[in-house]
């Protein structure tokens, strides 16, 4: 739904140190009087050794420094420019004691609004100390209003809430949210606020009619409700109500969650549902989802950089929400969470004998390190190798290692896919792929194209597979790309494999 950026710039300290800007952006998109508009939470990091500082002001004997960025915002559609922001963030003053110590994270909130459709934004920082910079892209697709269907904005994630004082850009329904950009809520921050908004419910349900909103913590691997981490709350239909929702997430395990809200009717069935990952990491509840590792199959893998490497082997058969998780497990490198990780993977795929399931997986691997591993790179970091552990072996494969017109590929063809790691393509028919080796070489192949769902799809394979082909600027026509499908063995081989 959304992309959380963390952007690195390169620049020099008030101390001439080298140093990075680290400053992390997400978004969220709500509505106002039936139109869309985007906020934009960016988070910098303030510490010295991320940050540039110079010296601003001089009060007695003490000089006190600041950070400066200016950021850019620029939001397009094609080459049109659409919307343009651009501004500038100051740190407080510190003295170069409290510099050294970390200053506070630099947050800021910027709502531009724009018409539904997609967009490509660009965001820029430019650090004013040194005059470096970096830029990042993205692609953002605004939901168009339908006035007369009820629906439900995406979700903020914030830290603590406190009422509101002096408003402020942070200021909503009567409260400051600080937030949370990066999703992420590290020991101490045991406090997590979701704000959200929903539209037109009256139009849907009628005027005053009564409905609920159900905001859950789930566990994101098993789907299941995290304690008590629940309200369900009775509202009244109206244009539009804006929602904050606390939770205390103190007792929370590490590990991947969503908060998800769903509006339910009179009748308790479902009208919409939006969710949001986030990660939890709360080293004082080692006992992750009270699993025991004593006596299983985890109990012997206690060499830490062995089990890491476990653990990068099974991120091809991974959830968006596994990966996720098991991308802080590698960051903190805390050995007993990276167990308990690794056993509950393996009890989510058998629940009887999940050490079973692994010494399957693991034969898997050594054969596809056998056959597609080199130099340096393990059989499943190719492409290869990847798709025998996602989809299983191949029912045929040809291989065509030497042709005067193309580069190296292989062939290979699934009669019906029946060990598909996303399980909902199970039972499909007749799925191939092409792999091709663009730099000759017998080893490293890619995925040239496949007719299976959520691979890569390229039209023109053929042309991209034959040597010495033009520029894209000058490749061929609809008459000739079929001209050149009719007379190629490559597309026989793949339209009838033997």
């Known amino acids: 739904m959304?992309?959380?950026?963390?952007?690195?710039?390169?620049?020099?300290?008030?101390?001439?140190?080298?140093?990075?800007?680290?400053?992390?952006?997400?978004?969220?998109?709500?509505?106002?009087?039936?139109?869309p508009y985007t906020e934009f939470y960016l988070s910098i990091n303030g510490s010295s050794t991320s940050l540039g500082y110079k010296m601003v002001k001089q009060e007695g004997d003490q000089e006190l420094f600041q950070a400066s960025i200016e950021m850019t915002y620029i939001i397009e559609k094609g080459t049109e420019v659409i919307a343009f922001e651009k501004f500038q963030i100051n740190s407080p003053?510190?003295?170069?004691?409290?510099?050294?110590?970390?200053?506070?994270?630099?947050?800021?909130?910027?709502?531009?609004?724009?018409?539904?459709g997609e967009y490509t934004y660009t965001?820029?920082?430019?650090?004013?100390?040194?005059?470096?910079?970096?830029?990042?892209?993205?692609?953002?697709?605004?939901?168009a209003s339908t006035p007369s269907k009820m629906q439900l904005s995406e979700i903020q994630l914030g830290n603590d809430i406190k009422p509101t004082v002096t408003k402020n850009q942070f200021s909503k329904v009567g409260y400051d949210i600080s937030p949370n950009v990066s999703h992420?809520?590290?020991?101490?921050?045991?406090?997590?606020?979701?704000?959200?908004?929903?539209?037109?419910?009256?139009k849907s349900l009628g005027d005053s009619a009564d409905y609920f909103i159900?905001?859950?913590?789930?566990?994101?691997?098993?789907?299941?409700?995290?304690?008590?981490?629940?309200?369900?709350?009775r509202l009244k239909a109206t244009s539009i109500a804006a929602h904050i929702q606390p939770f205390n997430i103190e007792k929370l395990p590490t590990g991947s969650y969503e908060l998800i809200v769903e509006c339910k009717n009179r009748n308790n069935e479902v009208i919409l549902t939006q969710k949001v990952q986030f990660f939890r990491l709360n080293p004082n509840l080692k006992d992750l989802n009270?699993?025991?590792?004593?006596?299983?199959?985890?109990?012997?893998?206690?060499?830490?950089?062995?089990?890491?490497?476990?653990?990068?082997s099974i991120r091809v058969i991974s959830k968006e929400n596994e990966k996720n998780w098991a991308d802080n497990q590698l960051k903190y490198a805390d050995i007993e969470f990276m167990q308990r990780y690794f056993l509950n993977f393996w009890r989510n795929r058998n629940q009887l004998d999940?050490?079973?399931?692994?010494?399957?997986?693991?034969?898997?691997?050594?054969?596809?390190?056998?056959?597609f591993g080199y130099g340096g790179i393990k059989g499943y970091q190719t492409d290869r190798g990847r798709v025998y552990l996602q989809y299983g072996a191949p029912t045929q494969v040809?291989?065509?290692?030497?042709?005067?017109?193309?580069?190296?590929?292989?062939?290979?063809?699934?009669?019906?896919?029946?060990?598909?790691?996303r399980v909902a393509l199970n039972g499909l028919t007749d799925r191939k792929f092409i792999f091709y080796s663009p730099s000759n070489e017998m080893l490293g192949y890619e995925v040239l194209h496949s007719n299976v769902p959520g691979e890569v799809q390229n039209d023109q394979w053929e042309f991209t597979l034959k040597k010495g082909r033009m520029d894209a600027s000058k490749r061929p026509g609809t008459r000739e790309i079929q001209d050149l499908q009719g007379q190629d063995r490559a597309r026989d081989l793949f339209n009838n494999p033997r």
Do not use: H, M
Not at 290 to 312: Q, W
Not at 400 to 420: A, G, H, M, R
């Open 93 to 116: 003053l510190y003295s170069e004691d409290e510099v050294k110590n970390n200053p506070i994270d630099l947050l800021d909130l910027k709502r531009l609004s724009f018409p539904a």
């Open 290 to 312: 009270s699993v025991s590792i004593e006596g299983t199959f985890v109990d012997t893998i206690r060499n830490t950089a062995l089990l890491a490497e476990y653990i990068k």
């Open 354 to 371: 999940p050490g079973y399931e692994w010494e399957g997986y693991k034969r898997k691997l050594a054969l596809v390190d056998d056959k």
């Open 123 to 143: 965001i820029i920082a430019k650090d004013l100390v040194n005059q470096s910079s970096a830029e990042a892209k993205g692609t953002i697709r605004p939901f």
């Open 398 to 421: 040809q291989d065509v290692k030497y042709d005067s017109d193309n580069f190296p590929y292989s062939i290979w063809q699934y009669y019906k896919l029946t060990e598909c790691y």
């Open 2 to 35: 959304k992309k959380i950026l963390t952007l690195l710039l390169s620049i020099l300290t008030f101390s001439g140190l080298f140093a990075n800007v680290n400053f992390s952006i997400d978004y969220a998109i709500f509505q106002t009087k039936n139109k």
């Open 214 to 233: 159900d905001i859950s913590i789930r566990d994101a691997v098993n789907e299941k409700l995290t304690g008590n981490l629940r309200a369900i709350k």
């Open 184 to 202: 992420n809520y590290i020991r101490e921050k045991n406090k997590l606020s979701a704000y959200f908004e929903i539209y037109n419910a009256d």
